[in-house]
C-alpha cells in the first residue's frame, strides 16, 4: 500500500529495493510463507505488532540470528464491536460456537459476549485457533472445547466439529 504512492515508488526503487531485497526472510506459516514467495522479496527483519510475545525472538537471538524488530501495527479494538456484537446476538440469538483467533480477541470481546449470553454462557462451545489463545481463554475462566492442531482454519473447522458432536 506504501508504494501505490509514485513518490515512494520512486524512493522504493532508487534507493531501497536492492538493499531490501538482500536481506533473508523469516516467517511462521504456510500463508505468511507465500505472501513473501508472491512478493519475490528477502527481508531481514522482524515486522511485529504492539503486544507480541517474545518467544519468536528470544528462540533466534539464542540460535545466533540477529533481529531488529519493528512495531508496524497497532492491536486496538474495533470501535464497532460491541454494537456488532450486539447485533448479531439480537439477530442470530446466542451463538453455539465462538472462535477466538488471538488472545487480544479474548480480551477485547469477551465482556461484551458474557454479558450479551448471560446464563447461557455455559451452553457456548469456545474454540481456539492455538495454544496461546487457548490459554489466554481459560485464564479468564473460560472452559477451551478444542485447540486447533494446526493454526489453519481447515484444523480448526475440524475441532470445531468435533467439539459440536
Same mark, same amino acid.
Given at each position: 500500500?506504501?508504494?501505490?504512492?509514485?513518490e515512494r515508488t520512486e524512493q522504493w526503487n532508487n534507493d531501497i529495493k536492492d538493499k531490501w531485497n538482500a536481506?533473508?526472510?523469516?516467517?511462521?506459516?504456510?500463508?505468511?510463507?507465500?505472501?513473501?514467495?508472491?512478493?519475490?522479496?528477502?527481508?531481514?527483519? +522482524?515486522?511485529?505488532? /504492539?503486544?507480541? &510475545?517474545?518467544? #519468536?525472538? !528470544?528462540?533466534? =537471538?539464542?540460535? @545466533?540470528?540477529? *533481529?531488529?524488530?519493528?512495531?508496524?501495527?497497532?492491536?486496538?479494538?474495533?470501535?464497532?464491536?460491541?454494537?456488532?456484537?450486539?447485533?448479531?446476538?439480537?439477530?442470530?440469538?446466542?451463538?453455539?460456537?465462538?472462535? +477466538?483467533?488471538?488472545? /487480544?480477541?479474548? &480480551?477485547?470481546? #469477551?465482556? !461484551?459476549?458474557? =454479558?450479551?449470553? @448471560?446464563?447461557? *454462557?455455559?451452553?457456548?462451545?469456545?474454540?481456539?485457533?492455538?495454544?496461546?489463545?487457548?490459554?489466554?481463554?481459560?485464564?479468564?475462566?473460560?472452559?477451551?472445547?478444542?485447540?486447533?492442531?494446526?493454526?489453519?482454519?481447515?484444523?480448526?473447522?475440524?475441532?470445531?466439529?468435533?467439539? #459440536?458432536?
Amino acid at each position: 500500500m506504501c508504494l501505490e504512492d509514485d513518490e515512494r515508488t520512486e524512493q522504493w526503487n532508487n534507493d531501497i529495493k536492492d538493499k531490501w531485497n538482500a536481506k533473508s526472510i523469516y516467517v511462521v506459516g504456510k500463508a505468511t510463507a507465500a505472501l513473501g514467495e508472491d512478493a519475490n522479496i528477502l527481508p531481514l527483519l +522482524f515486522p511485529c505488532g /504492539s503486544i507480541k &510475545r517474545e518467544v #519468536l525472538p !528470544t528462540a533466534l =537471538r539464542e540460535n @545466533g540470528v540477529p *533481529l531488529d524488530a519493528l512495531m508496524v501495527y497497532q492491536t486496538a479494538q474495533h470501535p464497532d464491536l460491541e454494537k456488532n456484537l450486539s447485533n448479531h446476538f439480537t439477530q442470530q440469538g446466542v451463538p453455539d460456537c465462538i472462535a +477466538f483467533f488471538s488472545p /487480544s480477541g479474548v &480480551r477485547f470481546s #469477551l465482556e !461484551t459476549v458474557r =454479558r450479551l449470553s @448471560g446464563e447461557q *454462557l455455559v451452553q457456548i462451545k469456545f474454540a481456539a485457533i492455538g495454544p496461546t489463545t487457548a490459554e489466554a481463554m481459560a485464564a479468564e475462566g473460560l472452559s477451551v472445547s478444542c485447540s486447533a492442531d494446526k493454526p489453519t482454519a481447515e484444523h480448526l473447522a475440524a475441532g470445531i466439529a468435533k467439539a #459440536l458432536q
